[in-house]
């Protein structure tokens, strides 16, 4: 099956800093999707994606659809305390009823 | 509030038993899914269900099987349970199987086998 490869698996940062992590496949995708799970909750969707090529921002939060169609990554500027938790990336295939196909996580702690 | 409910929320049960786990999609949603989270695996795709037809299958285990109700609602049944079956079981749901329909997550189910 496809493989989605998310890095880096951890970061520990200082609260201001900004933050970078992507994805890569072996395969393309119709849409890219970014999810920030908090501990015991579920995956809840920060940023959709598209087209190839599509930059969408949702405050902090910048993401970039690839435009091979087989990677994305996410940044989130100037991070506070509260983004604390793990980001997913997710790829979705329409003709697979929609499904997605999760990368490993990367899991994000902020020094105040 | 994703809008997706799940219960248990958690569940303690026997290797060898039989746990049924239950979600409400979202309103008007057609699409369920159900996913398995476990700490060496990730996030899993286990079956997708559309409108009471069994629609995609992922890694989901012989011993485990799920079914859609008319009023959409989805149980996942998972038997003979393993001490590995311990996992959060998360579901999910979408509008149809269009292009491009956003996946909401539950907050899942934990199961603990011991």
């Known amino acids: 099956g496809q493989q989605l490869n998310q890095s880096p698996q951890s970061m520990f940062i200082q609260e201001g800093e900004d933050v970078s992590m992507n994805c890569t496949s072996s395969?393309?995708?119709?849409?890219w999707l970014w999810y920030k799970q908090d501990p015991g909750e579920g995956p809840v969707l920060l940023i959709a994606?598209?087209?190839?090529?599509e930059l969408t921002s949702n405050g902090r939060l910048t993401a970039q659809f690839g435009i091979t169609r087989k990677d994305s990554f996410l940044n989130i500027s100037a991070s506070i305390p509260s983004d604390v938790g793990i980001y997913f990336c997710a790829g979705q295939l329409w003709n697979a009823g929609n499904m997605l196909t999760f990368g490993g996580g990367t899991r994000l702690m902020v020094k105040p | 509030d994703s809008g997706v409910t799940q219960t248990p929320k958690h569940l303690i049960t026997a290797t060898g038993q039989r746990v049924t786990l239950r979600c409400s999609p979202r309103s008007g949603d057609l699409s369920v899914y159900w996913y398995q989270q476990s700490l060496d695996q990730g996030l899993q795709f286990l079956i997708q269900?559309?409108?009471?037809?069994?629609?995609a299958k992922g890694n989901i285990l012989e011993r485990f099987s799920a079914q859609q109700f008319p009023d959409l609602h989805s149980e996942l049944n998972l038997s003979s349970l393993e001490l590995g079956d311990s996992a959060l079981y998360f579901c999910a749901s979408s509008g149809s199987t269009g292009t491009g329909n956003t996946i909401y997550f539950g907050e899942g189910s934990w199961l603990t086998v011991v």
């Open positions: 269900y559309y409108n009471g037809e069994e629609r």
């Open positions: 395969s393309i995708f119709n849409t």
């Open positions: 994606l598209y087209k190839a090529g």
